[in-house]
């Protein structure tokens, strides 16, 4: 069981490192919440759909780049994303073309009424998946 263990880096939901065991590295997530102005949602949605389809492609250590539209306000985005570290958010991330051009469509459409945003450190209790 232990080879098996070593084998798959786990044991006991720990990973497994030459000597001791360690927990797994704590993700950074960023959630953004917007309001988007009545009838725009799905123009603000074609604009992050290239976003997130360069961000699956080019950013391996983002692990969920998700948008998702209220089922309370049609009008209300939330943003989910995630990654290893903080500083993957800041680069590649921000400073890709894609971000940069999403950004500015997003600045100067002025369909976003309202921002508001929040990072955290994951606490590894619980779980993710699609």
């Known amino acids: 069981a232990i080879a098996a263990a070593a084998v798959t880096g786990m044991l006991a939901g720990k990973w497994l ?7 797994p590295p704590k993700v950074f997530a960023l959630v953004i919440k917007l309001r988007i102005a009545p009838g725009k949602v799905q123009e603000f949605l074609d604009h ?13 250590y983002c692990y969920s780049y998700e948008a998702a539209v209220s089922d309370k306000d049609e009008n209300v985005v939330l ?23 999403f950004k500015e469509w997003m600045n100067s459409a002025n369909i976003v009424i309202e921002k508001d945003g929040m990072s955290y450190i994951e606490t590894n209790i619980g779980y993710m998946h699609k």
């Open 79 to 101: 943003i989910y994303e995630r990654y290893r570290s903080k500083e993957d958010l800041l680069d590649p991330h921000q400073k890709s073309e894609p971000f940069i051009k």
């Open 48 to 60: 992050f759909a290239p976003l997130a389809e360069h961000v699956k492609a080019n950013e391996p």
């Open 17 to 23: 490192t030459s000597r001791a065991y360690r927990e």
